[in-house]
């Protein structure tokens, strides 16, 4: 579902990608772990192209992502391509960055009607089962500043769901939450991992990496250090470099 090859990535002279090869498979959770400015928010980001590449490939559900391939050669994707090929690919971010003036519903059919035009009735529709999705039937009509940080990212969730995305991107989705609400939106994400979404998900919660995660991948300075099952790179990394980061966060 999702395949980068060779992807870099630099800011002025600072390469914060060196070179990332990754498969994530249909139905796939890939974990993300490791220290913080080794490129795990800009793998991300550049999946859904809201950075561009400098060198690589990567593909989401076979299409490259920013370009279209005509007769052998590749053309930019225009702005509406583009937005449309990012509505397939849902984000949810560290902080929700929920519209304050919009309640929950409004939230989570901005995209589907701007982006999508889809008639209002469906969208509607679409949205109600995303809340239903994440557990908030009932909070429709709530506003960001009545809700909990819990429900908040809930909704985020449910706003990228009512895009049916083809793959969903979560960036540390619990770390801006009180510790006593990281269990709801914990739950929600193993629930759509068992319906079957393909996800990548940078976290620092080790069980849920172990639980939920198919895949693993530790990075650090820009490269994949290591990968593989969960409970393998967690309990008995091969490398040095693993090994120190899971002792000093222990
Ligand atoms: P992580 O998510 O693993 O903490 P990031 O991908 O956010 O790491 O950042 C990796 C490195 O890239 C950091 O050194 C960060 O300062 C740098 N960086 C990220 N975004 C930008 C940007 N827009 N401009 C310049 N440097 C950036
Ligand atoms: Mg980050």
Redesign the pocket.
């Known amino acids: 579902m999702v395949i980068a090859q060779g992807v870099r990535k630099s800011?002025g002279r600072?390469e914060?990608l060196k070179g990332i090869d990754l498969e994530v498979n249909n139905g796939e959770v890939m974990c993300f772990l490791?220290p913080?400015?080794?490129?795990?928010?800009?793998f991300l980001r550049c999946v859904n192209r809201l950075e561009t590449i400098d060198a690589g490939r990567i593909r989401v559900d076979g299409s490259l992502v920013g370009f279209k391939e005509r007769n052998g050669r590749l053309y930019d994707l225009t702005e509406k391509e583009l937005a449309r090929q990012r509505s397939q690919i849902g984000m949810v971010f560290q902080r929700f960055n929920l519209f304050a003036h919009m309640t929950a519903l409004e939230n989570v059919m901005e995209a589907p009607r701007h982006v999508r035009r889809q008639p209002k009735r469906e969208v509607l529709d679409r949205a109600q089962d995303a809340l239903a999705r994440v557990g908030l039937s009932g909070h429709e009509h709530k506003y960001p500043a009545q809700l909990s940080g819990g429900q908040q990212q809930r909704v985020a969730i449910a706003r990228a769901l009512a895009m049916d995305p083809k793959v969903m991107l979560f960036d540390e989705p619990t770390s801006a939450l009180d510790p006593e609400l990281v269990g709801e939106v914990l739950d929600v994400m193993r629930g759509l991992a068992d319906s079957g979404m393909t996800m990548i998900v940078v976290t620092h919660e080790i069980e849920f990496a172990k639980e939920v995660g198919d895949e693993l991948v530790f990075m650090d300075g820009g490269l994949v250090v290591e990968k593989g099952d969960p409970r393998q790179v967690l309990e008995n990394p091969q490398q040095e470099r693993t090994r120190r980061f899971l002792r000093a966060t222990a």
Request: aromatic content about 10%.
């Open positions: 800011f600072h914060v490791g913080s400015g080794s490129g795990k928010s800009t």
